[in-house]
């Protein structure tokens, strides 16, 4: 990972917002010098607009219109019109009871992670490939791992789809540098991208595996509420199936996937429709990433004093991310110091839940299993979505996805101190000696 751009967006997801910053404004990268690169990604400007000058990041933009006005407590009784149950708050103990399956079963989270979702990706073709890979009855995806989600909880029919999803796109089919007035670049060609992917076909299967009894849950944050919502996908994909109203359960579908990878300030916020006691608005949502990395439970049931038991056979996470350290000696440079601070506290967040994770499984007596990308990963990217980049990813997760240990039973251990120059190196405390060996 030394001496490329890997770790200027290695935190994916969140760190994604610096990454844009610096795309607006053509800044170079720590590192870019050396390889005669800089973050503007070649190819950020989309084929449909390359006849138009990218937007400058200080260029004013037009007013958009006032939004309508609504309070806290109509905000938290709102609902999808025509779809009661497309929704849930993440932190509603009694909403996440209602709409878990009746049986329980293995349990799938997909977490954050931006163009790092190519581990997630393959992994799962590599379980597939080994025909270690069972039907999940709950299915969870936070940014890019929602986008991921639909096709993991479809099943192996969409491998192919996933893998193409993850290996063929460049930056230019994700955002377009320029300012929105909203954010730093526009996200309509993923929008575009969404409305390619997430087919008719796609909706019917995730439908028949809803009204089988299994869940898809994707996780958005409204920024109004500064929540985190659940959206029952199942739900809304069997009334996207209905003569009446079918038009905008898929447009929903799509938005909501938008929605949960929509980073703030680097993407636009996506604006859903809803209605309370008749009187109809919009809310703001943004990544769901906001809220959490991933997302198993409510926060509450997932804290300690909980002697809450996760209705699951086994929990199967799947960090779309390293949680090495990566050095860097950082430039003296704004966004440059945005992108290495965001990333460290990504890590120091995936790290903290999975040891909540961890903790809750283990007191709910089922398995637990997660899969990282290996620390021996160290193929160069050239800036964000970088095709190469992102198809070595997926390689490396097929492999370990196909191997005979896919999934660790524990949470990777917290790294050891750097490796010293020095003769008189530093030794771990008394009975952490094997700890420490651990992590080398």
């Not at 990454?19 to 010098?33: F, M, N, R, T």
């Not at 007013?63 to 407590?73: D, E, I, L, N, S």
């Not at 309509?188 to 009894?213: C, F, H, N, R, S």
């Not at 961890?358 to 964000?384: H, L, Y």
């Given at each position: ?155 192996p029919k969409y491998d192919a789809a996933l893998k193409e999803a993850y290996t063929k796109i460049t930056a230019a089919d994700v955002f377009e540098a320029g300012s929105t007035g909203e954010s730093f670049v526009d996200s309509w ?252």
């Amino acid at each position: 990972m030394k001496g490329s751009l890997r770790w200027t967006f290695r935190a994916g997801t969140a760190a994604l917002l610096a990454a844009a910053w610096l795309i607006a404004a053509e800044i170079p990268v720590a590192g870019a010098a050396a390889q005669g690169q800089t973050a503007r990604h070649p190819a950020v400007v989309h084929p449909k607009k390359a006849a138009k000058p990218p937007a400058a990041a200080a260029t004013p933009q037009a007013k958009f219109p006032p939004r309508t006005p609504f309070t806290a407590a109509e905000d938290a009784a709102a609902v999808i019109p025509g779809i009661p149950d497309a929704r849930f708050w993440a932190d509603s103990v009694a909403d996440f009871g209602k709409a878990l399956p009746a049986q329980p079963g293995p349990w799938l989270i997909l977490s954050t992670g931006g163009e790092d979702g190519a581990f997630g990706a393959g992994l799962l073709n590599g379980l597939s490939a080994a025909g270690n890979r069972p039907d999940y009855s709950v299915v969870t995806g936070v940014s890019t791992g929602a986008l991921m989600a639909p096709f993991a909880f479809a099943g192996p029919k969409y491998d192919a789809a996933l893998k193409e999803a993850y290996t063929k796109i460049t930056a230019a089919d994700v955002f377009e540098a320029g300012s929105t007035g909203e954010s730093f670049v526009d996200s309509w060609p993923l929008k575009d991208l969404i409305a390619k992917q997430i087919t008719p076909e796609l909706l019917v299967d995730v439908a028949a595996a809803y009204k089988a009894g299994r869940r898809l849950f994707v996780v958005t944050t409204d920024l109004d509420a500064e929540r985190s919502a659940v959206w029952n996908m199942g739900a809304i994909a069997v009334q996207a199936g209905e003569a009446a109203g079918g038009d905008a359960a898929l447009k929903l579908f799509r938005n909501v996937l938008l929605a949960s990878g929509s980073i703030p300030g680097a993407f636009p916020p996506v604006l859903i429709d809803v209605e309370d006691n008749g009187k109809q608005f919009s809310e703001m949502h943004v990544d769901g990433g906001v809220g959490g990395q991933f997302f198993v439970t409510p926060p509450a049931l997932m804290a300690a004093t909980s002697n809450y038991r996760i209705p699951a056979t086994q929990l199967y996470i799947v960090v779309n991310s390293g949680l090495q350290r990566d050095f860097a000696v950082v430039e003296r440079s704004t966004p440059i110091i945005l992108a290495q601070a965001v990333g460290t506290a990504v890590k120091a967040d995936l790290r903290m839940m999975l040891d909540r994770a961890f903790v809750a499984a283990k007191n709910s007596g089922i398995g637990f299993n997660v899969a990282t990308i290996p620390a021996t990963f160290s193929a160069p990217s050239r800036g964000p979505f970088d095709p190469n980049y992102m198809t070595a990813l997926f390689n490396a997760g097929f492999e370990q996805g196909k191997s005979a240990t896919p999934f660790a039973s524990a949470p990777p251990p917290y790294p050891g101190q750097p490796a010293s120059n020095s003769t008189d190196t530093a030794q771990p405390p008394p009975g952490d000696a094997e700890k420490q060996g651990a992590t080398k």
